[in-house]
């Protein structure tokens, strides 16, 4: 499994197109380590080449990303701490991210925020 990341307070990257080959281990130690109040985040790629891409959402929950690019998209749903750990080991079991239950497709933001 491929980890790429990123942790603003830290000052640590690891760029989403040169995802570096890592193990279940590192990947948990990595998302421990994220603050979670920053937009720092982890993300993963599979053999298959499906991305899945983690970061805090508030207090309590994450939200999983599954981007799809080529549509300027994603699919995404809300995960509590302690479901993004267990999907970080079946990820690394090769739990393909598309069977996550519940997944909601969403159109990227393209509009400008202000004027």
């Not at 989403?16 to 890592?22: C, H, R, S, W």
């Amino acid at each position: 499994m491929k980890i790429f990341f990123e942790n603003y307070a830290d000052n640590l990257l690891v760029e989403t197109n040169f995802p570096l080959e890592g193990s279940l281990e590192q990947a948990v130690d990595i998302f421990h380590n994220l603050p979670d109040y920053d937009g720092s985040f982890i993300g993963f790629v599979n053999e298959d080449g499906n991305t899945v891409q983690i970061s805090k959402y508030d207090r309590f929950l994450f939200l999983v990303e599954i981007p799809l690019e080529d549509q300027d998209a994603s699919y995404y749903k809300l995960f509590n701490y302690y479901q993004v750990k267990n999907l970080i080991e079946h990820l690394f079991n090769g739990f393909d991210p598309y069977d996550i239950p519940d997944l909601k497709f969403e159109p990227f933001i393209k509009e400008k925020a202000t004027n």
